[in-house]
């Protein structure tokens, strides 16, 4: 019988590929699934090669304006003569460009945050969260309207109002997280061996929370694009003639009872969009973390640690 003692592990095994296994999980045998991921992945797909598969500049004003869905404009013409389904083709880049790199913002700055307010002292905890609580009090959309209208109008200010918007749901679930996780066994053995509290976050920690922050990243997009197409509406975003879904949607609402196309196709497309996100964002967090969907775990977090 040997007597060697068992080493010590520090960290907890974590199931490799946990996110393909997920994504594999929603389509099979869910239809609906299917059909939005084959969705998102068309959307994408056509947004890249825009320039190939649309035989019309989407900024080229022609005479022929108001045209209806016809074999030669299959979403019809704008106002101006443009082509309704070129506009489209090319607006869904910036239409995804703008929430993606809004949530990654908000990974980047959310997610440090709430590790430091988990680990550090109270009154560091304290300062970080009770200013989360600040940017909670304000509905999403009313705080990125806030931010936008201190940086001004642009593409880049709409994409940094969606990012700082969002930070306080990665903090709190991600300092609820970190509460959790200080007095597992694996993260007091790795103080009792001299690691910093660095190391200990960055190292031990953060990885066995990145399910969590996949869920919240694909949960949240969908409402990152709500909220981009709607400052993009409101005139907040990319100026015309560039082609976007928000801004086309708002130039075409005056011509309603003339040509109900120009508003109706770029409308379908973001309602389409933000339901294949946001049923992806629901499985994905129904099959990562069953017993504590992010919404609830946003309301629910906040608990000091009592030192």
Known sequence: ???????????PQRQPGAVTQAAKAIVAG????TAAVLFLALVVVTAALAPFLTPYDPTHVTSDTLAAPGLHHPFGTDQFGRDVLSRILYGARLTLV???????ISTVLGVPLGLLAGYSTRWISGLIMRSM???????????????VTI?????VNVMVAIGIGFVPVFAR??????LAARGQDYVLASRAIGCTPLRIMSRHILPNLMTQIVVIASSAIGWAILTATTLNFLGFGVKLPTPEWGADLAAGKDW???????STFPGLAITSVILASNYLGDQMAAWLEPHSHWRDTVQQVGVEDVK
């Open 1 to 11: 019988m040997s007597s060697t003692a068992p080493a010590l592990q520090l960290q």
């Open 30 to 33: 869910d239809r609906v699934g």
């Open 98 to 104: 703008a929430p993606v790199v809004g949530i990654a």
């Open 133 to 147: 609580d600040v940017m909670l009090a304000f509905p999403g959309l009313l705080l990125a309207l806030i931010i």
């Open 151 to 155: 940086l001004g109008p642009g593409l």
């Open 173 to 178: 679930v991600v300092y609820g997280s970190t």
């Open 256 to 262: 309603l009872r003339l040509a109900w196309w120009t």
